[in-house]
């Protein structure tokens, strides 16, 4: 199983972007989609996560408010919608799954949980 994630780019503080990340491969399930981020020189962080069932979507104190976690289960696809970037919100993002089973809600933002990972894309908020 293959996870890409698109989207990333350079913008000014205040502006918008759009991520997806696709999961691609043959005969597996995911129950759960996640995103994080790596800014730089720092340690990768939760950001957001999407439950498939019921659609029950989870953030980090910093984002909420300001980003959205969508997705197509029928397309394995997640999106991250973010508005009102900040210079703060630079770092490499990466979306994440986990084969096969459930992450409970409350480990959903442990990196651990997470047994597939994409490449990640870059996203710079210029101020």
């Known amino acids: 199983v293959q996870l890409q994630a698109f989207g990333g780019g350079l913008v000014q503080a205040g502006a918008s972007l759009r991520l997806s990340c696709a999961a691609s491969?043959?005969?597996?399930?995911?129950?759960?989609m996640g995103w994080f981020r790596q800014p730089p020189g720092k340690e990768r962080e939760f950001v957001a996560a999407?439950?498939?069932?019921?659609?029950?979507?989870y953030y980090a104190d910093s984002v909420r408010g300001r980003f959205t976690v969508s997705g197509d289960k029928s397309k394995n696809t997640v999106y991250l919608q973010m508005n009102n970037l900040k210079p703060e919100d630079t770092a490499v993002y990466y979306c994440?799954?986990?084969?096969?089973?459930?992450?409970?809600?409350?480990?959903?933002?442990?990196?651990?949980?997470?047994?597939?990972w994409g490449q990640g894309t870059l996203v710079t908020v210029s101020s």
């Open positions: 491969g043959r005969d597996f399930s995911t129950y759960q």
């Open positions: 999407i439950r498939w069932s019921g659609g029950s979507t």
């Open positions: 994440a799954t986990r084969l096969g089973s459930r992450i409970i809600v409350s480990a959903i933002a442990n990196q651990q949980m997470y047994n597939t």
